[in-house]
């Protein structure tokens, strides 16, 4: 039976082509355009290191090493003054109320904060474009630990009614369009948002969030705290309940025992979720795009607006540098990865305490809940409400609007319809190819052997790639022609669309499938083979019925992030100018964000918000089922 | 005739040797045990003759005819594995009707009921294998091994997960199956009291290198290797030297029947026991095991420990005189 005994490399030969030809050839020929002017050269990346506006105090010390240490001096000096002086205007803020009463006291001592905040903000040099890129995934990084690690308490060490349901909510961000959140955020957070209505009726200054930096840290936490949560909880469930036990028995106090034992089991999974959250937001562009605008511009943005003005090989290097920092971040993470995961089973987890009593510590955690419903809830409850609402109270004109402007649209008008089509079919295109191609590298990754190992690795590397460097390469390639062989190839836009949406989403199909390839006993497809079926016969009658929870929730997330695929889809969509016949849902939220009226853009995240919430629901009903 | 041969097969995962020059032959219809401790080769042995392996050297051959590299499902094996390996998503009679279908049987579904009927499973076809105890399981997994009428029958430690007495009980009726039906069945076992207790003939492996091959009472009786001497049944093992046709255990010089020069002797724990002997022992007891109807005791004798067994319970500390006769003398090899 040859033709059974080739069918399955051949598959993966397919599987492998289609990555090169969507995948390696694109992003590769984008970092090959920063290094070559004529002939090979690091010229353009050297120009962009020792320009002020992207590295900025680096672009002194890389165009002259000798000033580095006069100017280190200089800063520590000047940094320090300023910050004892903003600890001063704390400290007088703090005890104000001593001399002009307790009604102004809350402002003046935020006022002080964002004083300090600012005067430690200040004293970094600013290291231009890249400094300010690293700087605010930073404090989003510190953010989301903020925000997560009491959710990660919360979750392990207490039991309380729907527990369960917030444990898998935590995996919401993961298929939630970001530009969606960026939508919820303008809505909640808005000059006329509901934040600032109710300062102002509580008598307080409102405030203005947008196009802040605060803004775009706040949207970065409610996207990674969820993940930082879901990573430490899953740690501290796994702590053996009998290591604590066993630590006191020993004389450890709680205390002590929680710092001996469940503290270092810890802190990898915090680790882990800190350097995931820091590639995120090093990379993140939607939410900055729409809350920061070109202002508070990252790397990701300024190569978009780099594309924008055809200044293809300025984004190219960008793209290079950008690459080389989160391929970087990403290696660092696998190797920290593989060499912490443990992967045993616990017997014995901790108990859990019940949430509902009265005490200091429930306090604090009520506390903690006020601040997870302001940072969570509102964006979203702003964004279904500001759908239903216009000027003159409550109605349904948006949702009609995305129905009705789909006939006379022209092509220069974001049609609403269309743009709901686009979405639907590339989604429906991301399936056919993510989901079989994630399934067979899956297969290919729990084969025994360095090449299955090989492509275990190649497979996951546009998790490290930003979908604007993806976009920007299928434009350069596919889109605009390349020539192959003497045969001048021209793909279509929709379908450069859907191989960067697969791109994008055959990672999780891989992620959901290859768990549960690796848990099944050889021995079934042994048996089988004993009792004369062929190793696809086994494959198609044994493996693939097992592993369907997996290729479900594979499928759901392909969908969901089809659906919600902003960073390249933008790019491949807008490639022909004022042609908008390829806009999908989130590229037509972000150009209504624009306008006037926050209804129509909010409209379209609800519907966005339905379907990424369909395609959830599926993740967490089949996604799980055999894994037990 | 020979229903499956192995010569000269050997294994290696890069520098690791699992197998080593292993050459065995099994007849038709016999029950043949690979037996020894973990790690020893026994599974590696099984899986090469069911073409999950590829032996890095040597021949394996089904009827005389070379396998090469020939897939296990154009083998003529059934295997059963200790974990079952039940096809989880398939109901009892699918798992049995599973490798039917690969097969020109006339009537699946009649085979199917035989096979229920044959292991005592009638009125399971339709459960799921997740609802049946570990001892059902077993069953199905080994009537959907038998369906398809194999040549050879493959037995993975499948007891090994079941608790003792049930082990025993189903033990002797995959024996009885066997008889019954006639097929040629390769067990392993790392148990050596059931590889005793089971088979027709018995191969004793040992890091990879096949020790000895005999029925179990010729292994029992005549082990050839000191590692056989001493994995199969408790044995006190000597090492010395055969000098005018007589060896010194202690100050007693023993005729054996064996030409002189070094040699390995050996003397079961049962021979050597309270009473009248030709020859005796004398030590200091260390600790002593109630088993029932006798009592192990550790015997501390010339720097060395040995097992002897007696019918009371020596208190520890005690001197204890042994005796055994120069039949019960066994010379390794």
Not at chain 1, 25 to 36: I, K, R
């Amino acid at each position: 039976m040859p033709s059974n005994r080739v069918a399955a490399p051949l598959a993966g030969v397919a599987t492998a082509a289609l990555l090169v030809v969507m995948f390696y050839y694109p992003v590769g020929s984008v970092l090959a355009e920063a290094v070559t002017d004529g002939g090979v050269t690091l010229a353009p990346i050297r120009g962009v290191l020792a320009d002020d506006f992207y590295t900025g105090a680096l672009a002194d010390a890389i165009r002259s090493p000798a000033s580095i240490p006069a100017g280190l001096a200089g800063w520590l000096l000047a940094s320090a003054s300023d910050i004892a002086s903003a600890l001063a205007g704390l400290v007088g803020a703090l005890v104000s109320p001593f001399e002009t009463g307790l009604r102004s006291w809350p402002g003046a001592v935020l006022a002080g904060i964002g004083g300090v905040l600012g005067a430690l903000a200040g004293v970094v040099p600013g290291f231009g474009l890249f400094g300010f890129t690293a700087w605010q995934a930073l404090l989003s990084t510190v953010a989301s630990l903020a925000l997560g690690l009491p959710g990660a308490y919360v979750l392990a060490r207490f039991e309380f009614p729907g527990r369960r349901t917030l444990e898998s909510l935590t995996a919401v961000p993961f298929v939630l369009p970001s530009i969606m959140v960026a939508v919820g955020f303008v809505a909640a957070f808005g000059v006329n948002g509901p934040l600032n209505r109710a300062l102002a009726a509580l008598g307080l200054p409102t405030v203005e969030l947008l196009f802040s930096l605060e803004i775009i840290i706040i949207a970065h936490a409610f996207y990674n705290a969820p993940l930082v949560t879901r990573i430490v909880a899953a740690a501290w469930e796994s702590v053996d309940a009998r290591a604590v036990e066993t630590a006191r028995s020993l004389g450890a106090s709680p205390a002590r025992a929680f710092r001996d034992v469940v503290v270092p089991q810890l802190l990898p999974a915090v680790a882990t979720g800190a350097l995931l959250t820091f590639i995120f937001t090093f990379m993140s562009f939607p939410i900055v795009l729409a809350l920061g605008g070109l202002e508070y511009a990252t790397v990701e943005v300024w190569l978009y607006n780099r594309v924008g003005q055809l200044d293809i090989q300025e984004a190219a290097v960008l793209a290079v540098l950008e690459t080389v920092v989160s391929l970087g971040l990403t290696y660092a993470y696998l190797r920290y990865e593989a060499a912490t995961s443990r992967g045993d089973r616990v017997s014995s987890p901790l108990d859990r305490d019940p949430l509902v009593r009265f005490d200091a510590k429930r306090v604090a955690l009520a506390g903690y809940g006020v601040v997870v419903a302001g940072v969570f809830l509102l964006p979203i409850v702003s964004m279904l409400a500001a759908s239903v609402t216009s000027p003159e109270g409550l109605t349904l004109r948006y949702y009609r609007f995305l129905l009705e402007r789909g006939a006379e649209a022209t092509s220069a008008q974001v049609s609403p319809t269309l743009a709901v089509r686009n979405s639907l079919l590339f989604g429906a295109g991301t399936l056919l190819l993510a989901v079989p191609m994630g399934v067979l590298l899956a297969l290919a990754s729990t084969r025994e052997g360095r090449l299955a190992r090989a492509v275990g690795v190649l497979s996951m590397a546009p998790f490290a790639v930003s979908g604007v460097v993806v976009g920007l390469g299928l434009l350069q390639t596919l889109v605009f022609g390349t020539t192959v062989l003497g045969h001048r190839i021209v793909v279509g836009g929709p379908l450069a669309i859907v191989a960067a949406h697969a791109v994008g989403a055959y990672p999780f199909v891989v992620r959901n499938v290859a768990p549960l390839l690796a848990g099944l006993d050889r021995r079934l497809v042994e048996s089988a083979r004993a009792l004369g079926a062929t190793r696809n016969r086994a494959l198609l009658d044994i493996e693939l019925p097992l592993v369907a929870p997996g290729i479900a929730a594979g499928a759901a997330f392909a969908f969901a992030i089809s659906i919600g695929e902003f960073d390249s889809t933008v790019l491949l969509a807008s490639a022909s100018g004022s042609d908008t016949s390829l806009y999908t849902m989130p590229v037509a939220v972000e150009r209504f964000l624009g306008k006037q009226t926050l209804g129509r853009p909010t409209a379209m995240g609800s519907v966005l918000l339905a379907v990424t919430a369909g395609a959830f629901i599926v993740i967490d009903r089949v996604g799980g089922r055999y894994r037990e | 005739m020979s229903s499956l041969s192995l010569s000269g097969v050997s294994k290696r995962y890069g520098d690791a040797v699992a197998l080593s020059d292993v050459s065995l032959t099994v007849e038709d219809g016999e029950f043949f045990t690979l037996v020894g401790p973990s790690g020893c080769g026994k599974t590696t042995t099984l899986r090469t003759i069911a073409g999950f392996e590829t032996p890095t050297e040597g021949t394996v051959a089904f009827g005389g005819e070379a396998m090469g590299t020939t897939p296990p499902e154009e083998r003529s094996v059934g295997v059963v594995f200790q974990q079952y390996a039940l096809f989880p998503h398939l109901s009892v009679g699918e798992n049995i009707a599973y490798g039917l279908q690969f097969t020109d049987h006339p009537d699946p579904d009649a085979r199917v009921g035989e096979l229920l009927d044959l292991v005592g499973l009638d009125g399971f076809r339709d459960r799921e294998p997740g609802e049946l105890s570990g001892g059902q399981q077993q069953r199905v997994a080994l009537a959907r091994a038998l369906a398809p009428e194999p040549d050879v029958l493959l037995l993975d430690e499948p007891m090994s997960a079941l608790d003792a007495r049930l082990r025993q009980r189903l033990r002797r009726e995959v024996r009885a199956i066997q008889r019954d039906l006639g097929v040629t069945t390769v067990y392993v076992t790392h148990d050596q009291a059931e590889a005793l207790a089971v088979s027709d003939r018995v191969a004793v492996f040992s890091d990879g290198k096949l020790e000895q091959v005999g029925t179990p009472q010729a292994v029992y009786r005549n082990p050839e290797t000191r590692f056989v001497a001493e994995f199969v049944g408790e044995n006190n093992v000597f090492e010395g030297e055969i000098r005018d046709g007589e060896f010194s255990i202690g100050d007693e010089r023993v005729p054996v029947d064996a030409p002189d020069g070094p040699a390995t002797v050996c003397l079961r724990p049962d021979s050597l026991s309270v009473g009248a002997g030709e020859y005796a022992l004398t030590g200091t007891v260390t600790d002593a095991e109630f088993l029932g109807s006798s009592v192990r005791v550790a015997l501390a004798w010339e720097n060395r420990e040995l097992t002897v067994q007696t019918e009371t319970v020596p208190a520890v500390g005690d001197r204890l005189t042994v005796a055994f006769d120069h039949t019960d003398l066994v010379v390794v090899g």
